[in-house]
């Protein structure tokens, strides 16, 4: 009951706040003059002149693409070459040490990537500098990447013009106008909660008993705004948003939890507006969030009735429900919708050990990851959103025998080989990843849980990384150079692949020329597109990952009844 | 070349901006605003520093409430849980040894009546809460440990326990640190 209340109240702000943000959003990417202009532009400007862009400039769909690349790849580097000398940098008050290749290549591709798949341990992997100049900075980078890749791919589909706009431009008013403002916010009110943001570094105090404790704190509250904000989950430390710095009530915890709903959700409305077409991403929007509620109402059920596994050591006490791995003020309420909302809107932050989930309970966010389209994080779930879009329209378009069209525009031989590519590369990735892991002795020495569960862990790691997503089944061991070397390429590839084939297919869109509806023409503004939306998007998922479900969560399931 | 420059320059000009004058300002005005919890809500008790009300610390004193299993034995230079699937037979192992140990520290208390966050591993290694009932079982051994009465003992539990927020938000918690505080007051407070 008080899961149902806690869902439903933030499924409530959401929508509230969908519209404004969402309108700001379009403010931003259509350029429309706001109040705070006398604000934003000086700052704007003084970046522009200081690096030597050129905000005017428009760029075609290539241009726009490997403008992203480019600066992608050198964050990327100069992020590399940090880590790897970081011992010998200032501000280091807990001694850390310089970071081991493959970790670093892994690390940086992580957080550039917006997937944050972690392996290293926050207290003592990372300085403090490391912190701030390569996590927090990727953090905010590669959330604005996501971002203005989206917005050039929305005007593409929605313009008359072949132009996608300018990447510069875009990724800076992104950053400025939207996510360090709220970012502010959000760090002072966590701090508020109890979140640390100090360059103090160790605390030892005299524990009660007579011993020394020594706490580890830092500037924790501008990491943990951002890393929810821009849907990215990277912890400062090693137990992520389950640590009472990065998560200290119940309060914070929903916070976060609306901090990576409010972008994506608020990017459909975006959608609506760049495309005049309101009602199509109103159903959009409905039938992402039937499959999300499904799926969580589903999470919070399986966690609070473990089932054999609690029921056979005989303690009935209040709380009851699967604690291993939970922390007392979350709940088995709270923990499973922290889940279910981290996997969904791909941040991978994690307020509670998902390898210790019960075998459903756990399968909810494996499920998500596989799908990658339920809202998905900061602009590449946007991305993933059109994708299955056209892939519908152009089904539906098969089933009824006329030439597809989406938004006025023809879907043709080329669009759809595109798409096609792009939703098999997810699948290719996790799959293919998965079975050389478990073929290989290297790879299956990670594996730390036994039979089932354990093929689960492997899954949950590719998976986690081809959806961009970077929550764990934490007892996997990731930090080996297999791993870091396989999973660098499983993000790098599942993030660069689909938003490169994207932006193709919307500049092939943009070319094209607009025709006015015809009464024949699917309509993809009522409730039987959002019906067959939903149904694609599931069949697709379930075609591709089913016989995986079964060998992992399900025979775990059921060898435990 | 020159598209290479401009995006290393862009590089270096956002990390600046982003990675180190965007924390400092934050820094400053956080600790202008809330110094407790921006330094870590590090608990003073007679000018030394004995904990942080949010990080939970090992207490293995009959004397003392105790806190849930750790799989970090509360060293908050690190953290973390157990991460044991639920199929795995450790986790069993794991948890019918909290069970008995549970057991015989607190002789008198049925088994039926333990929560399960008592004797389950946290998820940070360093959960500072436990359930009111895994308070209210360990009263007794407390108060007995303590020369108190018990129904001053069960005072303290009773205030400090944190309900739900209107009801409805969050989950009814103890903290042990807290609790073990004002447990400590109320022994020296009988000294006297």
Redesign the interface.
Known sequence: M?SN??LF?MILVIVLLTKPVGTYMYKIFEYKPIKLDKVFLPVENF?YK????NAEEEMSWEKYAL?FL??N???MI?GYIILRIQGFLPLNPTGVKNMESSLAFNTVISFMTNTNLQHY?G??GVTFLSQ???I??LM??SAASGLATAAAIMRGLSKKTTNLGNF?ADFVRI?VRLL?PIS?LA??IL??????????G????????G?K?????G?V??LESIKHLGTNGGGF???NS????EN????TN?IEMLLMMLLPTSLIYTYGLMINNKRHALVLYISLFVIFIFLAVGAVYAESH?GV??SK???????????????????V???PLFATVTTAFTTGS????H?????LGGAVPLILMMLNTVFGGDGAGLQNIIMYTILTVFLTGLMVGRTPEYLGRKIETKEIKLIAIAILVHPFLILFSSALTVMLKVGASSV??????GLTQVLYEFSSAAANNGSE???FIGNTVFMNIMTGLVMFFGRYITIILMLAVAGSMAEKIPASPSPGTFRTDNALFGAIFIAVVVIVGALTFFPAIILGPIS?FL??T | MS?????????????I????I??FI??A???L??PY??????IKVDG??????????????SK?FMG?PSAVD????????????????E??EE??RN?EEFLKKNPGVK???????I?????????????P??AY?QVKRVAQANNLPEEVVKKLVDENIEG??LG????P?VNV?KL??SL?EEIEKNKK
């Open positions: 008080y209340i806690v109240t970046i200081l690096s030597g862009i403008s480019l600066v790849t050198v964050m100069i341990a207290e003592n701030m100049i390569v927090v900075f905010f980078t510069y950053t360090l502010m760090t002072l701090v508020w909660q109890g979140v640390p943001q100090t360059f103090a160790k605390v030892v105090v005299d524990t009660l008993e011993g404790q020594t706490i580890i704190t500037p509250a501008v430390f090693g137990a389950s640590h009472p710095f200290p009530t119940w309060l929903m473990p596994a609690y050591l005989h303690i009935d006490g209040t709380p009851y429900g699967n604690y291993e791995g939970k922390e007392v003020r979350f709940g309420s709270q923990s994690v307020d509670s050990m390898d210790s989930y019960t075998p730390t849980n036994p039979l089932y569960h089944f934490a007892g775990e060898s435990m | 598209e290479v420059k401009k995006a290393i320059k862009f590089t270096l000009v956002l990390m901006l982003l990675g180190l965007y924390p934050m820094t005005i956080a600790n605003i809330f919890q921006a330094k870590g809500s590090i030394k520093a004995v904990g942080s009300e949010l990080i939970g610390q090992k207490f293995t004193d003392w849930r509360y060293n908050a230079e690190s953290s973390g849980g157990t991460n044991y699937a639920l199929s795995n037979p986790f069993k948890v019918e069970i088994r039926s009546d333990i929560p399960a966050d004797v389950t591993s946290s998820a940070s290694g360093l959960d500072p809460h436990i359930s009932q895994a079982l739900r927020f409805l938000f969050g989950e918690r640190l073990n505080l400590l």
